[in-house]
């Protein structure tokens, strides 16, 4: 809808940055991807976020999963490096083993999963608990030995899953004996069971690209009026471009400099996994208000806390 979208992309072009978009899907949508192919940008993430009912509903447009799926039919070929968002809440948890055998079905490959936050239209949702949160951590290790690469926001203890596992479950069986090593529950198991049953045995042990980054650290957000905040889920302002240098900012935080050091409250503070983990630091400030705390969806207990955890 922006008239000045070309120059916005030349603009980012001759300042030398690697540019992607993430647009909506709309019948303008189009018109939108010529102008991305002439000026030969290819990374491009579209969302989809369930099944027909589940997205339709969700983004409150009859039709629009069909227009979607049409979509990414068309930007699968070799002109686009091609990334899936889903967002992952209760209401669309049960469609994902569907989601992720429509993807292999498409030729999808990049499957970016966001886990809600309750912020904006995020309140109108529910969250997980944190033994969901963990049973699809799981899940989506044996959606990765299928070839995918997983990508989670806001959930960065998908990386200390990755860590501990050793195998993807290749049976009913490995399923059962998975979720008694780990303490897994009944969502880890139907999802998982479900998986195997749509795209049979896995590949092997996925190997997954899992940078450390997390808000704030190796994340940076500019709002459309130049404020700048930790991240796009974190609304903790820091500054806005027009008055602050975003470099300065970024580098000269006190805060910033806190998440990258991982200097962090409750057991976030004395995991074993910090540095690699660190837990969302916007749920931590939208549940707490206070970035730097414990991230309440994270159902881990680090060691040396097990023995002071009442298990009674």
């Known amino acids: 809808m922006r008239s000045d979208l070309e120059e916005l992309i030349r603009y980012a072009r001759n300042s030398g940055l690697r540019l992607g978009i993430a647009p909506t899907v709309t019948e303008m949508l189009d018109g939108a991807l010529d102008l991305l192919r002439s000026y030969g940008i290819r990374y491009i993430s579209i969302s989809l976020d369930g099944m027909r009912a589940t997205h339709n509903s969700i983004r409150g447009v009859e039709g629009h999963f069909e227009e979607t799926v049409d979509i990414l039919r068309g930007l699968t070929g070799p002109d686009w490096m091609l990334q899936v968002n889903t967002l992952v809440a209760k209401e669309t948890v049960n469609d994902l083993p569907e989601v992720v055998e429509l993807l292999q079905n498409l030729g999808v ?13 995020g309140t109108e949702l529910t969250d997980l608990t944190p033994q969901e949160y963990e049973d699809v951590m799981h899940f989506l290790y044996e959606v990765a030995s299928h070839g995918f690469e997983v990508r989670t926001v806001e959930a960065p203890f998908f990386r200390r899953v990755v860590a501990t596992r050793e195998r993807p479950a290749f049976s009913e069986e490995d399923i059962e004996e998975i979720a008694t090593m780990f303490g897994l529950g009944s969502l880890y198991k139907r999802l998982s069971l479900e998986l195997l049953e749509r795209m049979g045995p896995p590949h092997g042990k996925p190997r997954l690209k899992s940078a450390h980054t997390r808000d704030g650290h190796g994340i940076i957000f500019v709002s459309y009026n130049g404020d700048i905040y ?6 903790l302002r820091l500054g806005n471009i027009k008055v602050n240098s975003l470099v300065n900012v970024y580098r000269g935080n006190k805060l910033l400099g806190k998440i990258r050091k991982a200097e962090f409250g409750g057991k976030c503070g004395v995991c074993e996994f910090r540095h690699m983990c660190g837990g969302s630091r916007a749920r931590a400030f939208s549940i707490t208000g206070d970035v730097l705390e414990e991230d309440p969806a994270c159902i881990y207990i680090p060691r040396g806390l097990e023995k002071s955890v009442d298990t009674s």
Do not use: Q
């Open 109 to 121: 490959k990049i499957w970016e999963l966001f886990f809600l936050i309750k912020v904006g239209r």
């Open 230 to 235: 930790p991240s796009g889920f974190t609304p």
